[in-house]
């Protein structure tokens, strides 16, 4: 089977595909919970070193081979496996067809098997391998081929499909291994070499550059903090090790933009390896990834939201919505805070704030500097243990709008709300129609949502709804929306 690289939906409108040698991706997910290997600590060879990297590593006379002598032999190939099923052909329900057999239809295949191919990296010498969850999803069967032509079969560990991790493990003992270096440390223009087995073709190394540290708003994943590189990844290349110049891990690559004719367009991603150590490590101690929960939806503090919240803009999360039986709710935070530091240091958006919460452990007693209508507060939150679907942060869309010209809004009616899948203490006018060229449509309101609030107001009905927005004649609005159980702020401005 040609490797194909699959797509997902960017946000910028671009083509993110996964470098991948399945369609759909394949892998076992019946072992994400498995805890055979619990507890075990994995050998894993950890850099000391710090401070910039050696000028030698570029002007070797040997180039870059002394680089990749210790680190291809690390790189393994992954081929992956799944029996999946064959729709029946239309064609044998045609009576214009049947005629010809007699009413006796050639046999088809119920099942056909589905190949796929990936790369990974040796982390221990007894086996342990990183990959991608793409590579091994779905996967009923793994077969591992080491750099000296050996092939074993790969057992899944487990997964994290949040972070597009996975841990494969193979019956090998003094295996050569990769050695961890440190993510954190990595800049814009640093040495960027990708490993991997693109296309099939075997063993391969690119060179480019780190292009960008924590790039995040590609919606690939839901904790994305992206290392991006210039370095030719293609597919066959995901679940590959990213190198630096002194020839250390720093991130499992993991996913391309493409253009029109897909494949390398010099816009390539991996993550961190620091997140995917600590992927590993949660799998291998809890047979899954435990991760801190708040129990708030939050979003971007953009200038306009700023603005009418009375806060800095884009500094901070936003709270758009508060689950009534999370932590967050029990310590008091409330819809409309703004969180402003963690443990005293500064939260720089929406994601840092995801990214931090979920390094944390359940249990821990978190200290959030809030801001609420413009005065400071201290709140201490102990974390749940996040649920396994993450919670959404609502609407989209929030940064632009305009007065409700042309909305159409109607009262939520029990049979609406139950339409909706909201539940009966919902309270609002459902939004019944949006004109395409508005405002509001610009700012990403839509048909069926729910408009709780106006100007930090409630709504309970349509006569609510138009008292509030004539009050507010042409000024800005701020409308609370809930949109399929999450809620989030929009903001309203004059045309």
Known sequence: MEPTVRTRRSPIAIIVAFVIGIAAGLGATYWIHSTAFAGHAVPVYVSEKVGPHPASAASNDMGFAPL????????????????????????????????????????????????????????????????????VDKATELKVMLSDKREFPGKVVGTDPKTDIAVVKIAATGLPTITLGDSSKIAVGDYAFAIGNPFGIGETA???????????????????????????????????????????????????????????????????????????????????????????????????????????????????????NGPGA??????????????????????????????????????????RDGKERDI????????????????????????????????????IRQQLGLSSDVKGVVVTAVPDVSPAADAGLQRGDVIEQINRKPVNSVGDYQRLVSEAGKQTLVLLVNRGGSTAFVVVQPE
């Open 68 to 135: 990749f002598k210790p680190a291809l032999p690390t790189a393994v190939s992954i081929l992956s496996s799944r029996m999946v099923k064959v729709p029946q052909n239309p064609l044998f329900n045609n009576p214009f067809f049947q005629q010809f057999f007699g009413g006796r239809f050639p046999q088809q295949p119920q099942e056909q098997r589905e190949m796929g191919l990936g790369s990974g990296v040796i982390v221990s010498p007894d086996g342990y391998i990183l990959t991608n969850n793409h590579v």
């Open 206 to 324: 690119t060179m480019g550059i780190v292009s960008a540290t924590g790039r995040n708003g590609l919606d690939i994943e839901n904790y994305e903090d992206f290392i991006q590189t210039d370095a030719a990844i293609n597919p066959g290349n995901s679940g590959g090790a990213l190198l630096n110049a002194r020839g250390e891990l720093i991130g499992i690559n993991t996913a391309i933009l493409a253009g029109n004719g897909g494949g390398n367009q010099g816009v390539g991603f991996a993550i961190p390896i620091n997140m995917a150590k600590y992927v590993m490590d949660q799998i291998l101690k809890h047979g899954k990834v435990v991760r801190g929960y708040i129990g708030v939806g939050i979003q971007e503090v953009t200038p306009d939201l700023a603005k009418a919240f009375n806060v800095p803009p884009e500094k901070g999360a936003l709270i758009g919505s508060v689950d009534p």
């Open 330 to 371: 029990k310590a008091g935070l409330q819809r409309g805070d703004v969180i402003e530091e963690l443990n005293g240091q500064p939260v720089t958006g929406s994601n840092d704030l995801r990214l931090k919460v979920g390094a944390m452990a359940p249990g821990t007693d978190v200290r959030l500097r809030v801001n």
């Open 380 to 415: 201490t939150v102990k974390l749940a243990e996040a649920p396994g679907k993450t919670a959404a942060n609502g609407p989209a869309g929030s940064a632009q709008s305009s007065p409700m010209r042309g909305v159409q809004v109607d009262d939520l009616t029990p049979d």
